[in-house]
């Protein structure tokens, strides 16, 4: 049944949605290098909203050896790898949703999450899982008292690119049975003093070559996601008056333009670009997710498109977003678009939505069979 409300524009996310997330690639890296799990998105994402990387994606810095310089020291700040072990490596709790540090330049995203194509036992739900109400309640319990996952995302956007349904960031659970917890322990001996973690009771700092972990992040980012992306060109050929505006909303950076992976070297039907109607990339306006103005900047545009092409203009709600980090989502909703949660290894549920969002057919048979 055909929705009574479809979507007049549809708006992507690059990295992460339609090509893959280089997650594989950094834990690859971490595994291979012997580096703590998460580090890099943990020091990436903290590093904002002035690291490195973070002014490469608004375009404010080039490409060059002083970014590569720069970026290797975010990933050795020494006040970040005391924060990572005192309030972060210690937890329990997973990094579902890290802050996006990212979408390099053909538009990458980081993630810090891993999700298998087929549900897990948290999609069916504690009790489908086997699992009891108090085992159930006892594992939630075990991340009590740990900072909240919003807290990381803040002023950051992987985010990265993640498995969390919703499009809000999770945040920490419990922290009231926690100190409740904390002080029915017997008051009659005193609680002993917190450890002091210092820079000389840590493990050293990894050496990280930044160059060359960019490098394998950008080529894993070059492979277009296996769901979303032909879903994205079955909705592109479709003829005009047929479908939403196709439009781009991401972080990205800019390449130097004698590099291979420079868009300046893509025949046009190649180009990356050539897939969208609007496109609006972070380092060409000097704004990026989850900015509001930078949603703003693409409803305008949006809107333009729309009246140049007969249309009567767009506004927010009639635009539907797809990202694979929560806090992205949250500013589009926040200005009253509609949302669609991407997840890491379950891309295809995004299509599915999308499906039934706009009333169009974007799965070949083959996929349908296989995931519906």
């Given at each position: ?44 994402s ?74 897990t ?79 000389d ?9 930044a ?5 394998s ?29 196709v439009?781009?909303?991401s ?110 057919d ?11």
């Open positions: 049944m055909a929705p009574s409300n479809p979507p007049k524009a549809v708006l992507f996310d690059i990295g992460g949605v339609c090509v893959l997330s280089p997650l594989e690639a950094i834990t690859t890296y971490e595994n291979k290098s012997q580096i703590p799990s998460n580090w890099i998105n943990f020091a990436i903290r590093s904002a909203p002035n690291g490195f990387w973070q002014r490469l994606e608004r375009g404010e810095i080039k490409m060059d050896e002083h970014f590569f310089k720069g970026f290797n020291a975010d990933l050795r700040n020494e006040k970040l790898w005391k924060e990572y072990h005192t309030n972060f490596r210690n937890s329990k709790k997973k990094l579902k949703d890290v802050a996006n540090p990212t979408q390099l330049g053909d538009h990458v995203s980081l993630k810090a999450e891993a999700a298998n194509s087929t549900p036992n948290q999609d069916r739900g504690a009790h489908s899982s086997g699992m009891s109400g108090q085992e159930a309640s006892e594992r939630r319990r075990e991340g009590d008292g740990q900072p909240s996952l919003s807290k990381l995302a803040k002023d950051t956007t992987i985010g990265d690119p993640v498995s969390i349904e919703s499009e809000d960031v999770v945040q920490g659970a419990g922290s009231d049975t926690a100190s409740t917890s904390r002080q029915s322990m017997s008051s009659s001996s005193p609680s002993p003093p917190e450890a002091t973690t210092t820079l009771s840590l493990p050293p700092l990894p050496n990280i070559d160059e060359s972990l960019f490098w992040m950008m080529a894993h980012a070059r492979n277009p996601d296996p769901y979303v992306f032909p879903a994205l060109l079955r909705l592109e050929k479709l003829p005009q008056k047929e479908r939403p505006i439009a781009a909303l972080n990205t950076t800019i390449f130097p333009p004698d590099h291979p992976y420079s868009r300046l070297k893509h025949a046009p039907e190649s180009d990356p670009r050539s897939h969208f109607d609007v496109f609006i990339s972070s380092a060409e306006v000097g704004l990026r997710k989850p900015d509001p103005k930078i949603y703003e900047l693409a409803v305008e545009k949006l809107d333009q498109f729309d009246k140049e092409h007969g249309g009567d203009g767009v506004k927010a709600e009639d635009c539907i977003f797809l990202d694979d980090i929560g806090e992205n989502l949250k500013t589009a909703k926040g200005l009253n678009m509609k949302t669609i949660k991407v997840v890491l290894g379950k891309t295809w549920r995004a299509v599915k939505e999308l499906e039934q969002e706009t009333g169009l974007l799965m070949d048979n083959k996929t349908r069979r296989s995931k519906l």
